[in-house]
Nanobody
Framework: EVQLVESGGGLVQAGGSLRLSCAAS???????IGWFRQAPGKEREGVSC????????YYADSVKGRFTISSDNAKNTVYLQMNSLKPEDTAVYYC????????????????????WGQGTQVIVSS
């Protein structure tokens, strides 16, 4: 059974930084870990994704240049470093896992992610 546990959310002022962590367990083959976010009244948005096999990544245009995704395969943990945060980054951030790695990293469609964490709240104050 795949399990994903997020941590690292919180309250930060605009311009500040946060680092989210996603500890993954239960994968038996190559996988991709993605970060999605959902703000109140808005649709879920794919933010960033990384492949466990070759480290290829995906970033949404809204976060390019500000967010960096990385992985520590020895710890089975994926990190999302979020810099220059804006109030519009406020959302619940979810870590999700996919076994269709290449597709997931290319398109980052939620339907391709079969495992989800519980979410962690990020609030960016202006």
């Amino acid at each position: 059974e795949v399990q994903l546990v997020e941590s690292g959310g919180g309250l930060v002022q605009a311009g500040g930084s946060l680092r989210l962590s996603c500890a993954a367990s239960g994968f038996t083959d190559d996988y991709a870990i993605g970060w999605f976010r959902q703000a109140p009244g808005k649709e879920r948005e794919g933010v960033s994704c990384i492949s466990s096999s070759d480290g290829s990544t995906y970033y949404a245009d809204s976060v390019k240049g500000r967010f960096t995704i990385s992985s520590d395969n020895a710890k089975n943990t994926v990190y999302l470093q979020m810099n220059s945060l804006k109030p519009e980054d406020t959302a619940v951030y979810y870590c999700a896992g996919s076994t269709v790695t290449r597709v997931a990293v290319t398109t980052m469609t939620a339907a391709d992610f079969g495992s989800w964490g519980q979410g962690t709240q990020v609030i960016v104050s202006s």
